[in-house]
């Protein structure tokens, strides 16, 4: 994605951690790599990246990690994108994921993207695109949830502008949480290179938006309620995101989170490739679904 600046907007997809929530089923994989419904966790918030418009995207994971994802999404040739991986040994908060793709960022803007979170809904594709061709601060979603004191909430004025945000408030002054999807502009590695460790010793995403924040620069961007937002680190919401996605496909008998179809409908890949990756997933009901994706034209 061009944004408006003239630069290219690159992600930074957080895959790495130790998902100590879901152990035993981690203990010997990463969380991203688990299963929802028909498609590895990580699918899904790599179709928001390219459903954003961004195509050149650096994977951050653990080192003993790496090679899985490398065997799981290649060079991303096939998709029409390209991928970097970064190696991280240990987790030093979601702030410390710019620091460690700064080289691959080049001082321009980018989206860092949680590993286990997943959006779908009616206009997410408008609103993912009005946040990527941001020029200028830094751009976040609020979705309104009934258990804000989990996540990050941020408040807003009568005019729909932050006025503040919190990490994990004992007390949240709002029902908005931030998911885990960040829009930053060619500051943000300077910015977050100034933090300083939260009392977790991390350097956190919530002191970086609050950066932005102080300078009247924060964007926010509420979903409404035809968008579903899941963080999907616990076995109950593992197993509700593959409800859901289980019954929307069934129902709709349109796939959510299908890279070659997000692909092939921007036109980054072509009817060959798409035909090409059918073949590769031989007899699956995947497979078949790009087959007819296809064959439909």
Known sequence: MINGTGETRRG?????GWGRRLFPLT???SKQLLPVYDKPLVYYPLSVLMLAGIREIAVATAPEQAPAFRRLLGDGSGWGLRFSYLEQSQPKGLAAALLLAREFLAGGPCCLALGDNILYGQELTRLLRRLAELKEGAGVFGHYTAE???YGVV???DGGRAVAIEEKPAHPRSPWAVPGFYFFDG????MAADLQPSGRGELEITDLNRLYLERGLLHVELLGRGVSWMDAGTPDALAEATELVRAVQRRQGLMIACPEEIAWRQSWIGVDELRASAARHGLTAYGAYLQRLADQG
């Open 12 to 16: 930074v997809l957080l895959a790495g």
């Open 27 to 29: 203990a010997a994989v």
């Open 148 to 150: 804000p004191e989990r």
């Open 155 to 157: 408040t807003l004025d």
């Open 187 to 190: 500051e943000a590695c300077a």
